[in-house]
């Protein structure tokens, strides 16, 4: 198989910006991601987005932030979870998500670990992301 067969395999993937948005220091081009990176990066922008952010897609994103400052237990793991997999699910065609684990990773700096099980729908290839989510303001007081 040669690259670009292996490249016209992966086109479902999509490409498109990278995110952050970022340019190279060289020429001033914009950096793009493309197949499992772009998705990746798909997942991250719409964990990190407010709904009604986006003027034209006022439902787009994962609204995670209305869980600030929230006591970290059974509740809001399940909180958490249903919101993941249903932003997800509303948002990013190209996955289908398995699994979400919301794991409390350390409870004095309000961490809060998000695993997400999905595969790519045409392929069937598994993959998981790891979203870190803090529910508590950063301080550098202790």
Known sequence: MNEFSIHKDKEFLGSGWAFPVT??????????????GNIEDAINVIMQ???GERPLS???????????????????????KNTVEKSLLDNEPRIKVL???????DFSEGLVEIT?????NQ???RHNY???????EGTNLK
């Open 123 to 125: 392929t069937n290839t």
């Open 58 to 80: 006022p439902n787009f994103g994962s609204g995670l932030q209305q869980y600030f400052f929230k006591k970290m237990n059974t509740s809001l793991k399940s909180e958490i």
């Open 130 to 136: 790891v979203y870190p989510f803090y529910v508590k």
């Open 116 to 120: 997400i099980d999905y595969v790519y």
């Open 23 to 36: 340019f190279s220091s060289g020429n001033y081009h914009m950096i793009t991601s493309q197949y499992e």
């Open 99 to 105: 699994d979400v684990e919301v794991i409390f990773a």
């Open 49 to 51: 987005t407010h709904f």
